[in-house]
Nanobody
Framework: QVQLVESGGGLVQAGGSLRLSCTAS????????MGWFRQAPGKEREFVAA????????YYADPVKGRFTVSRDNAKNTLYMQMNDLEPEDTAVYYC???????????????WGHGTQVTVSS
């Protein structure tokens, strides 16, 4: 059974930072591409960032480029996302996702976590 457990969400003022973590179980972590999606109130889920299985390649949605950094520790089965210079528009539930196929990690990942709330106040 695949489990993705997110942590690190919370309330922060605009311009602040948060670091999200996602611990995975039930998969051979080092063989899976990992990523983050988010869903803001009244909006559809959208891709945020992804990282290849070996950590070499990273991908970002335009709104977060230069502010968010995705990374992973394969020894700890953990995915991270450092979020800096947060904006009220970043307010959303953030979901950890994973897939074996790189082609779908940014569009339709296979497995999803339950999400963690990030709220940015102005």
């Amino acid at each position: 059974q695949v489990q993705l457990v997110e942590s690190g969400g919370g309330l922060v003022q605009a311009g602040g930072s948060l670091r999200l973590s996602c611990t995975a179980s039930g998969i051979t972590f080092r063989a899976y591409h990992m990523g983050w999606f988010r869903q803001a109130p009244g909006k559809e889920r959208e891709f945020v960032a992804a990282i290849s299985w070996g950590g070499i390649d990273t991908y970002y949605a335009d709104p977060v480029k230069g502010r968010f950094t995705v990374s992973r520790d394969n020894a700890k089965n953990t995915l991270y996302m450092q979020m800096n210079d947060l904006e009220p528009e970043d307010t959303a539930v953030y979901y950890c996702v994973t897939a074996r196929n790189r082609a779908i990690i940014t569009t339709s990942p296979t497995y999803w976590g339950h999400g963690t709330q990030v709220t940015v106040s102005s």
